[in-house]
């Protein structure tokens, strides 16, 4: 019985016919999903996110991988789109609460907002403090099946894509807490 321990765990060890083990709690995801979190659709096989090229605000190259090995939301937003408006400050606020914590918020503008769009819209409502990425080609949008705005989805420490929500949600509520504390802690 011993040997046979050694040679799981050497196996293990050596990535040899190891299941898959997921970086999220999908049951306490689940469990969580009430108020605007029912909205949320969870991914039973998650794919890996896109590595589509972004730009940052001044036109330089960024990539979602710069925030590999953390779990992130990262939200598809436009200038146009009211809802997007709404849900903004909502998202900032769970930044700012989730700040000791390894998780981020990634906003991704689509389509053709330029720079100066995305920072006349955002500083109109207050929000200061999330990334201002976009997609100006809309190809990570694209890649990711992205088909309206805004769409949030969760992403595990190890890039992939374990839950979407379609549509705005109040992200400043205990529900929206529990599905971030169930992304960022691991199942048991």
């Not at 990425?133 to 992939?160: C, F, I, N, T, W």
Request: hydrophobic share 45%; charged share 25%.
């Amino acid at each position: 019985m011993r040997i046979r321990s050694l040679f799981l765990y050497a196996a293990l060890g050596l990535g040899v016919n190891t299941p898959h083990v997921f970086a999220a709690d999908l049951a306490a995801m689940e469990a969580a999903r009430a108020g605007d979190m029912r909205k949320l659709t969870l991914s039973a096989n998650p794919p890996d996110i896109s590595s589509a090229a972004l730009e940052d605000e001044a036109g330089n190259p960024r990539s979602i991988a710069e925030w590999r090995g953390k779990p992130v939301l990262i939200n598809f937003w436009a200038t146009w789109c009211a809802p997007c408006r709404e849900e903004m400050p909502s998202l900032e606020r769970l930044q700012k609460k989730m700040a000791d914590t390894p998780f981020e918020v990634v906003t991704v503008a689509t389509g053709r907002s330029d720079a100066r769009g995305v920072d006349k819209f955002l500083n109109e409502i207050g929000v200061t403090e999330l990334p201002r990425l976009r997609d100006p080609k809309m190809q990570m949008a694209r890649d990711m099946g992205v088909l309206g705005l805004p769409v949030s989805v969760l992403v595990d420490a190890d890039g992939r894509e374990v839950a979407r929500l379609i549509g705005d949600a109040d992200w400043d509520t205990p529900e929206a807490a529990a599905v971030i504390e169930a992304l960022i802690r691991p199942p048991h």
